[in-house]
């Protein structure tokens, strides 16, 4: 399937790329399909590029790569929900919030997108766990990050598509 994207132009997106939404992200209910595209090749941030609004495209990335040993309690139903059987299918992703004046980058851990990456289903998941910020900001733990990008690789589980520079046509 080929969409245009406001952000990327027109690319080509594989029905067994999609990332569907069994629950939804807050705010955005009535977007259930997206695609996830790697920004660059050497950056743990992703794109969640939705299909069904060319405009809209959240910049993302694995938690646990910016917050090692980031390990949210993460409850059965939820599990359930998105059929996930073995631990080796769940991918968590967060939401990145870019602000320019300051310069600024978010992420919200108290809310993450658990992923299914055997089925590609997801549902974004509000945590109880106060520890976990609405706002963690990026840069303030910027040692944190580069440590935890070097032991995790990116680690998006296989979900991300070809880089942008490649995937754009």
């Not at 695609?35 to 660059?40: A, C, D, G, Y």
């Not at 809310?111 to 990456?117: D, F």
Request: with cysteine.
């Amino acid at each position: 399937m080929r969409i245009n994207t406001t952000r990327f132009g027109e690319i080509d997106v594989k029905e067994s790329e999609w990332i569907v939404m069994k629950g939804s992200i807050l705010g955005f209910e009535h977007l259930n399909r997206f695609v996830l595209l790697m920004h660059e090749e050497n950056t743990p941030l992703c794109w969640l590029q939705s299909i069904e609004d060319p405009a809209l495209a959240f910049v993302v990335v694995n938690p646990r790569i910016i917050k090692p040993g980031y390990n949210p309690v993460v409850y059965d139903g939820e599990l359930e929900f998105l059929g996930i059987k073995n631990s080796e299918d769940i991918v968590l992703l967060v939401i990145v919030t870019v602000r320019s004046k300051p310069f600024r980058l978010t992420a919200n851990l108290r809310a993450p997108i658990l992923v299914n990456a055997g089925n590609r289903t997801a549902n974004q998941v509000v945590l109880d766990e106060p520890d976990y910020p609405i706002q963690y900001d990026m840069l303030d733990h910027k040692t944190d990050f580069d440590k935890g990008f070097s032991d995790i690789g990116g680690g998006m589980g296989g979900l991300c598509k070809l880089p942008l520079t490649n995937a754009a046509m």
